[in-house]
Structure formats: C-alpha cells, structure tokens
C-alpha cells in the first residue's frame, strides 16, 4: 500500500483536491474552501496597491515614481514629513516643441504625485489641497484605485 500525502484521500494527488477538508482546531471544527482566485484583488491592502501603481508606472517610457512613506516617530507626537504628501512621487519627461511655453528648452520634467486609496477610503483634507495645488501649477495628481488608472493617467487616457 502507499503511503497517502498527510490530508490526501484516495485518488487525490498533491495540489488538486477534489473537496474541502475539515481542520480540527478547538471546539468547533472550521471547513476550509479552496481560494477565491478574485480574492488578492478583493482584499488588496494599501502597501499592495502603492507596490503595484509604482512597478506599472515606472514601465511607462519616460516615467519614474517612488514611493514615499510618511510616518510617526515611535513615542512622538509628530509626524515625520509633510501632512498631506502622496503616496507615490515622480516626474514624467516632457519633450519642448514648437509651440511649447516659452523659455522651454530640451526636455523638462512634470511633476507626478498619486494619492492611493482602497476600499471605502477617503483623501483627507490635506491631501486633497496638495493635489489641487500640483495640479494648479502643470502637475499630474489624481486619487488611484487602480496600477491601470495611473497608467492611462500618465499615458493621457482618463
């Protein structure tokens, strides 16, 4: 007779099962289904999302973004950094032309700042001014949900 894989019935081999399978823990017994393949995009945390929109943006010719963390000092009340900053910074490069803003020469650079937000949440007050004062002045702002928003984003598709 050979031997099984630990929680394997008859006929089943490793990685396909064929029903859930019960794990005893404790009082109650807890049946486990195999994984919702939607369930990485269902439960995506910021980290993720921040990770993702800076990997597809910097494959955009021309772009490069980072992350930026801003947070408290352990013990302080203080943050460390400016309330309001984005999660992801960068600039895409534009090229000057004719009918470019005066005094343009070569290539420049605008300025790209994303606030990302997943589920329910909101931009703050003041991330919501620091958006509108970037966009005031020639930058790229928006509030991301998605890698594909910032990509059509940066590529000039709503």
């Known amino acids: 007779m050979t031997k099984l894989a630990r929680g394997l019935e008859p ?13 005893s ?11 919702d ?27 490069f973004v980072f992350p930026v963390d801003v947070a408290r000092a352990k013990g302080f009340k203080r943050t460390l ?19 470019a803003a005066p005094g343009c020469l070569g290539d420049t650079a605008q300025f790209i700042a994303f606030e990302c937000k997943v589920g329910k949440d909101k931009l703050r007050i003041e991330q919501r001014a620091f958006l509108d004062k970037l966009m005031v002045h020639g ?8 890698a594909e928003q910032a990509v059509n984003l940066l590529r000039g598709r709503s």
């Open 25 to 35: 823990g404790g009082a109650t017994s807890r049946i486990e289904h195999p994984r």
């Open 139 to 146: 930058g790229i702002a928006a509030e991301i949900r998605s």
């Open 37 to 63: 393949p939607l369930a990485p995009l269902l439960k995506r945390t910021h980290g993720d999302l921040v990770r993702a929109v800076v990997s597809a943006c910097n494959l955009v010719p021309g772009v």
């Open 11 to 23: 006929g089943e081999s490793p990685g396909q099962r064929t029903r859930p399978y019960v794990r």
């Open 81 to 99: 950094g400016m309330t309001g900053t984005p999660d992801v910074l960068g600039w895409r490069v534009v090229q000057c032309g004719y009918g």
